[in-house]
């Protein structure tokens, strides 16, 4: 069993950055794909990033590519996204995720665990 729970969402405004944080619980972290999700109002949960096991993989949707960052902490049993020059289109409730997967997945079905989201909202 995986327990995650994310952090770090607010306000901020078109341009600015914010780091999400997903604290896991669970001695086998380090084994798990991590993956961020979005969910927009109205809108299907769209896969953001992902990071291998070893954290040497990582995966991208074409949308934040060159903006955000995944990166994780096995010590601390964290994964992070840095978001850099937010859109309003980035406004989402963003979710941790973990995957008992051999590599990088990218599709919600291979999730197994999931947070309970953090709102992020980006104003114009």
């Known amino acids: 069993q995986v327990q995650l729970v994310e952090s770090g969402g607010g306000l901020v405004q078109a341009g600015g950055s914010l780091r999400l944080s997903c604290a896991a619980s669970?001695?086998?972290?380090?084994?798990?794909?991590m993956g961020w999700f979005r969910q927009a109002p109205g809108k299907e949960r769209e896969f953001v990033a992902a990071?291998?096991?070893?954290?040497?993989?990582?995966y991208y949707a074409d949308s934040v590519k060159g903006r955000f960052t995944i990166s994780r902490d096995s010590a601390k049993n964290t994964v992070y996204l840095q978001m850099n020059s937010l859109k309003p289109e980035d406004t989402a409730v963003y979710y941790c995720?973990?995957?008992?997967?051999?590599?990088?997945?990218?599709?919600?079905?291979?999730?197994?665990?999931w947070g309970q989201g953090t709102q992020v909202t980006v104003s114009s």
């Open positions: 990071i291998s096991w070893s954290g040497f993989s990582t």
């Open positions: 669970g001695r086998t972290f380090s084994r798990y794909v």
């Open positions: 995720a973990a995957a008992g997967a051999s590599r990088v997945v990218t599709t919600r079905s291979n999730y197994d665990y």
